[in-house]
């Protein structure tokens, strides 16, 4: 087994949103290179944000709004799940990011030969209360992987892997442990691909409305990339010329009341448009102008 641990070459320098997690080329085509060099050897893969397609979960109105749900959000993210995919000998892949539990359906996926691995907090930084952690035991067979819950003080196995067969045995939640609400609202993802009423397409984008917010989907990699407005209420949105047009009709205020109510004037509510455009240094990624 080899473990391969990225860091961060840009985090508030990164050249296109501050907060992206970014690593340079040099440490992919070391990546890349030592992969080529140990097909043989199996790989666990820990980085501090999850890949494009991993299937994990990132939250809407905050990895899409700043721009860092994915490593390399802006820079080729696909890059890294085409490796995934070109090298079976890739068991686990570790990430974090996000700062909820590890009790949510989607902090385990398995794409291909990969179990993609959503790592919890132990510190006081924790957005839903939970603190949780992994425990790896590993062998030439396989690998069991268990949840610590620093709470409770229990520990319970929730994967189990054998490398030969590659079969993986999902192990069901223990009953007594402290589930996220069954309609979680708090730290929504965006809506699946495949989930989403489409309202256009412009190039490779997809735009559609997600939890009240305008979503930029990515077509080729089929996941949400952006977030454009955060809150669709009263508003519609067109395309002319390869461009958003953002128009918001606010509500008619209440009339008054009481005595003076027919003297009092109502004064009628000012519409307002915003044009937006794709960002000229990265193709896609349209922003409205409050979040940019």
């Keep these: 087994m080899r473990g391969m641990l990225f860091s961060i070459s840009h985090f508030r320098s990164a050249p296109f949103f501050q907060h992206e997690v970014n690593i340079d080329d040099e440490q992919f085509a070391w990546f890349e290179k030592t992969l080529n060099d140990n097909p043989q050897r199996s790989i666990f893969v820990f980085s501090h944000t999850p890949i494009l397609k991993s299937k994990l979960r990132i939250i809407q109105r905050v990895h899409l709004l700043t721009g860092n749900a994915y490593l390399n959000h802006s820079d080729r993210p696909e890059r890294f799940m085409a490796l ?58 396989g690998y069991t992987l268990s949840t610590i819950d620093h709470v409770s003080n229990q520990t319970h196995v929730e994967l189990r892997t054998t490398y030969q067969s590659n079969r993986q045995e999902h192990v069901p939640l223990p009953k007594n442990a402290i589930l996220p609400p069954p309609q979680d609202d708090t ?42 407005v955060r809150d669709m209420t009263h508003k519609t949105v067109t395309v002319q010329d390869d461009s958003l047009h953002i128009a918001y009709q606010p509500p008619a205020p209440e009339a008054p009341v009481g005595e003076d109510a027919a003297d009092t004037p109502t004064p009628a509510p000012i519409p307002t448009e915003e044009v937006i455009k794709a960002c000229p240094i990265r193709k896609g990624f349209y922003r409205e102008s409050a979040i940019n």
Aim: proline share 5%; with cysteine.
């Design 187 to 228: 730290f929504p993802a965006p809506l699946s691909f495949d989930a989403i009423a489409p309202l256009f397409d412009i190039n490779n984008s997809r735009f559609a409305i997600s939890h009240n917010a305008l979503i930029e989907y990515d077509i080729t990699q089929r996941e949400a990339i952006n977030l454009v």
């Design 84 to 141: 995934v995919e070109k090298h079976p000998q890739i068991k686990l892949w570790f990430s974090a990011h996000n700062h909820l539990g590890q009790y949510y359906p989607d902090t385990l996926s398995t794409v291909g030969n990969c179990a993609f691995v959503h790592v919890g907090t132990m510190a006081r930084i924790t957005r839903d209360g939970h603190l949780h952690s992994r425990l790896l035991q590993y062998d030439a067979e």
